[in-house]
């Protein structure tokens, strides 16, 4: 089954302990990105790659930092955890096949995570 | 900067109703607008999307109404039944930059 996963699904830790949440997608998707969803605010993009070793910043990402070394792994890493990164989080993919075409992204089912 | 402003942010509806979802964008360089269905625990899933070359998109009891000078589109739900109750996301996009620009979101609820 074409899918992106996520782990953990939820996650309560506390401020300044560091954590990685993965997302990994089996569609061979060259663009991965993340999100993080908050009341009132939709969805805001974190960071995403175009492909292998190719990142780059959204609007929001203080705080976080993201690698891929691998086309279908791009984990999410905060390294010092604080209460406003309280959230919901989704990682995303979608081919990318040139500057004339638009493809749909696929979204895991989220992770929640609450720092204390 | 809310690129993308959706309202209302929540909407209820009756069973058989229309349900009616509006968003305006400010960058006139968005060519491709999708609308996004999220039911809770899961993530979002494309749901109808549509380009500035046309004003209107029909995808069985949901339709797409785009006003490029108004720089505004909406989502319309006809028919509406207690199974689209979920939050609807209106985005936008540039062709071939891949990334989304998201609305505030709407949680539609549909009473039976």
């Known amino acids: 089954e074409a899918q992106v996963t996520q782990n953990p699904r939820y996650l309560i830790t506390v401020t300044g302990k560091k954590l990685t949440v993965t997302c990994s997608q089996n569609?061979?998707?060259?663009?991965m990105s993340w999100y993080r969803q908050d009341p009132g605010l939709g969805l805001r993009q974190i960071y995403y790659?175009?492909?292998?070793?190719?990142?780059d910043k959204g609007d929001v990402p203080e705080g976080y930092k993201v690698s891929r070394k691998e086309k279908r792994n791009f984990p999410l890493i905060l390294e010092s955890p604080s209460p406003n990164q309280t959230s919901l989080y989704f990682c995303?993919?979608?081919?990318?096949?040139?500057?004339?075409?638009?493809?749909?992204?696929?979204f895991g089912p989220g992770t929640r995570l609450t720092v204390l | 900067q809310q690129q993308v402003k959706q309202s209302p942010q929540s909407l209820i509806v009756q069973k058989g109703g229309i349900s009616i979802i509006n968003c305006a964008y400010e960058n006139t360089a968005f060519d491709y607008f999708p609308w996004y269905q999220q039911f809770p625990g899961k993530g979002p899933a494309l749901l109808i999307a549509i380009r500035p070359d046309v004003s209107e998109k029909k995808e069985g009891r949901f339709t797409i109404s785009f006003n490029k000078s108004a720089k505004q589109f909406s989502l319309h739900i006809m028919d509406s039944q207690p199974g689209d109750s979920a939050t609807y996301f209106c985005?936008?996009?540039?062709?071939?930059?891949?990334?989304?620009?998201f609305g505030q979101g709407t949680r539609l609820t549909i009473n039976p």
């Open positions: 790659s175009m492909n292998v070793e190719v990142t």
């Open positions: 995303a993919s979608s081919l990318s096949r040139g500057l004339l075409t638009y493809n749909e992204q696929f």
């Open positions: 569609m061979n998707h060259e663009y």
């Open positions: 985005a936008a996009s540039i062709t071939g930059a891949q990334k989304l620009v």
